[in-house]
Structure formats: structure tokens, C-alpha cells
Nanobody, 125 residues
Framework: QVQPVESGGGLVQAGGSLRLSCAAS????????MAWFRQAPGREREFVAA????????YYADSVKGRFTISRDNAKNTIDLQMNSLKPEDTAVYYC??????????????????WGQGTQVTVSS
């Protein structure tokens, strides 16, 4: 079992950058596929990016491809989300999630059993 805790959110102008981090407790962090999701006010939670157990495979939503980069450090039990060229539509609460499911990660929130509390990202125009 892991417990993700996000950090690094904040207010940034359009075109700027932010780096989110997620620290996950537990000695079996490398056994989990990890992902970032986000939820804007009045909208459903949506997939942002995912990374496989080893970090060798990454997946992105079309809306962030080329602007966001997900990475992980299994020695430190952390994953990061580097967000560049931010847009006002990126404004949301960002959640880190862990999936124990076999195989490669995906963008289905129901496959992720462990969730952090979320961190607010606000992009001003």
C-alpha cells in the first residue's frame, strides 16, 4: 500500500512553468504504475499523464502532450510532473495516483486505488 502526497502547486502566468511532485510512502513504490489526473471546477476528473513501474514507458493526454513531462525516481519514492507552456485551461486540482494493476498504466481513474489530496494549479491569462 502507498499513500501519495502532492506538492508544488501554485499560481503562474500563462506561458510559465510549474513542477509538481508526489511523494509516496511505502516500501513497494516500484510495484505501482503512477499517474497524474486533474479536475477543474464543474468538470469531471481527467487523465493527464502516467508512467510505468520502471519509468520506461510514459503516456500523456493529447491536451498536454509536448508540454508536460512525467518522471519517477524509485529510489526516492517520488514522481514529478514538469509543466511548461501552461495555459489557463490547465487550471485545476492535480492528483497523484497509484495503481497496483498488472501491465502498463492507462488513463482510467478506476484502475488507480490510491490517491493524494491534490494540489491546486492556477494559470492566469
Amino acid at each position: 500500500q502507498v499513500q501519495p502526497v502532492e506538492s508544488g502547486g501554485g499560481l503562474v502566468q500563462a506561458g510559465g512553468s510549474l513542477r509538481l511532485s508526489c511523494a509516496a510512502s511505502g516500501r513497494t513504490f516500484s510495484a505501482y504504475n503512477m499517474a497524474w489526473f486533474r479536475q477543474a471546477p464543474g468538470r469531471e476528473r481527467e487523465f493527464v499523464a502516467a508512467i510505468s513501474r520502471s519509468g520506461g514507458r510514459t503516456y500523456y493526454a493529447d491536451s498536454v502532450k509536448g508540454r508536460f513531462t512525467i518522471s519517477r525516481d524509485n529510489a526516492k519514492n517520488t514522481i514529478d510532473l514538469q509543466m511548461n507552456s501552461l495555459k489557463p485551461e490547465d487550471t485545476a486540482v492535480y492528483y497523484c495516483a497509484a495503481s497496483p494493476r498488472a501491465g502498463y498504466p492507462n488513463g482510467h481513474s478506476y484502475d488507480y486505488d490510491y490517491w493524494g489530496q491534490g494540489t491546486q494549479v492556477t494559470v492566469s491569462s
